[in-house]
T-cell receptor, first 113, second 109 residues
Framework: NAGVTQTPKFRVLKTGQSMTLLCAQD?????MYWYRQDPGMGLRLIHY???????AKGEVPDGYNVSRLKKQNFLLGLESAAPSQTSVYFC????????????FGPGTRLLVL | GQNIDQPTEMTATEGAIVQINCTYQ??????LFWYQQHAGEAPTFLSY??LDGLEEKGRFSSFLSRSKGYSYLLLKELQMKDSASYLC??????????WGAGTKLIIKP
């Protein structure tokens, strides 16, 4: 099992450009999450999904959109990138039980110039 | 508001014991997690506490006091590979994880 994978691993964007980050999991997990991690701060939840076809806003959703068309994939989109979105983005997943552990992907480093 | 506090950085010696503290104030409580994160890598699960007391898992132990809003992670027989950040996270009433900023642990020979 590959677990949770993320593509790309690293990307540089110019302000105003758009991109999509892909997260895939092969553990048949129901719940998937997108976080950002910035220096000196805890992981912050951007959006999450509790199942195929569902999405919900987290703590910092502005400037991002998500889609969960297939159970194994969770896409994070930036329509018009801003320097404030420079960060490391982590995807995580867990199975349907509420208090289960989240498993993380290796992260995507995004630099917006 | 919701708040998780843990020290920014700690230093310890190889072979010694170190205790990393975490205090929290959250809307509801459904358990506390500790994760380890090596530089440039993903967080990985270490422990989960939902009841008061000590949970031991090899060289790592985690303690919880719900009445005090307090937890600690105890690492024994420190090894160089334990150099990492340790993240404390509380699951709130909505089953969402609220994360501390992490404690960077530096191990010296």
């Amino acid at each position: 099992n590959a677990g949770v994978t993320q593509t790309p691993k690293f990307r540089v964007l110019k302000t105003g450009q758009s991109m999509t980050l892909l997260c895939a999991q092969d553990m048949n997990h129901e719940y998937m999450y997108w976080y950002r991690q910035d220096p000196g701060m805890g992981l912050r939840l951007i959006h999450y999904s509790v199942g195929e076809g569902t999405t919900a806003k987290g703590e910092v959703p502005d400037g991002y959109n998500v889609s969960r068309l297939k159970k194994q994939n969770f896409l994070l989109g930036l329509e018009s990138a801003a320097p404030s979105q420079t960060s490391v983005y982590f995807c995580a997943s867990k199975n349907g039980k509420e208090q289960e552990t989240q498993y993380f992907g290796p992260g995507t480093r995004l630099l917006v110039l | 508001g919701q708040n998780i506090d843990q020290p920014t950085e700690m230093t310890a010696t190889e072979g010694a014991i170190v205790q990393i503290n975490c205090t929290y104030q959250t809307s509801g409580f459904n358990g506390l997690f500790w994760y380890q994160q090596h530089a440039g890598e993903a967080p990985t699960f270490l422990s989960y506490n939902v009841l008061d007391g000590l949970e031991e898992k090899g060289r790592f132990s985690s303690f919880l006091s719900r009445s005090k809003g307090y937890s600690y992670l105890l690492l024994k027989e420190l090894q160089m590979k334990d150099s990492a950040s340790y993240l404390c996270a509380v699951m709130d009433s909505n089953y969402q994880l609220i994360w501390g900023a992490g404690t960077k642990l530096i191990i010296k020979p």
